[in-house]
Structure formats: structure tokens, C-alpha cells
């Protein structure tokens, strides 16, 4: 089992030192989802939620929320990021149920990687569409968030799911 890097001496928390990594492109792909009704479903691809256009604003927020990580993960570098996107697509599950697939994708040059990023992007993106449709119906669900991909540092420390 690998020895936590986290952790002091005391078994307290600390911040990594990444000094000494190669400053090399790192990649990160995360995924979340909702599930909404059919109404919402209708509302939001018609624009007709009152508080805006909801892919819209959670495109925005998920970028927000990827340069602001370090601010809000306690252990996470403060990261140069050099691009962020999110995308969004639907399935319909059932005839009243609806699904809105999220993902980000993530990039930078520099010392450590940025899979904390992407993950808090696609999480921020499925908090706002609820956000901005919980007046309609609190029973929206969000599903699995998880990483989908990470590349860069040592190739030993590639990931793909």
C-alpha cells in the first residue's frame, strides 16, 4: 500500500511539495450527471427556465469552479490552468426521465496534475442546473461523478476508466 503523501511527520495534513516534478502538459476528463423530469427537460432545451439558460450558466460556473479548486480543496495547489471546457448531451432513460450527462475536460503545464479540477467542474455544472430548476422539482438527481481520464507527469501515473 502507498505511503499517503498528505500527511506529516505528526500525521497531520500538508500540501505536497511538488517542486521537483517536471513541469510536463497534464490532461484531466471528469463526468457527472442529473437526472431530471421530462417538464425540466422541455424547460431547458426550450429556454424557458425563468432563471436564465441553464446549460449556459453551468458552462460558466463549472470554468469558474476549476480555477477557484485550490481555493475551496484544502490540499490543492493553486494551478495555472490553460484551458477548460465542459459539454453536455442528454439520454432519455425512461418515457419521464432524462438524463444530462456533463463532462470537462481540463488542461495545464505544470508540476502537478488536474484531475481535482475537472471533477469540481463537472460537479459545480450539475449543482447549478439544479440550482437553477429546484423551483420546479427538489427531486432531481445527481449521479456518479468520477474521472474519465488523466495524462501527463510520469506515464506510470496515466489513468484511463
Known sequence: MKKLTHINEEGRAKMVDVSDKPATVRTAIAHSSIEVN???????????????DVLAVAQVAGIM???????????????????????????????????????????????????MEALTAVSTAALTVYDMCKAIDKGMVIGKTYLVEKTGGTSSQDYKR
Open 38 to 52: 421530462e417538464f425540466i427537460y422541455g424547460q431547458i432545451m426550450n429556454q424557458q427556465i425563468k432563471k436564465g
Open 65 to 115: 469552479a476549476a480555477k477557484r479548486t485550490w481555493e475551496i480543496i484544502p490540499m490543492c495547489h493553486p494551478i495555472p490552468l490553460k484551458a477548460i471546457d465542459l459539454s453536455f448531451s442528454w439520454k432519455q432513460e425512461e418515457a419521464q426521465k432524462w438524463i444530462l450527462e456533463i463532462q470537462s475536460t481540463v488542461k495545464t503545464i505544470g508540476h502537478t496534475g488536474v484531475e
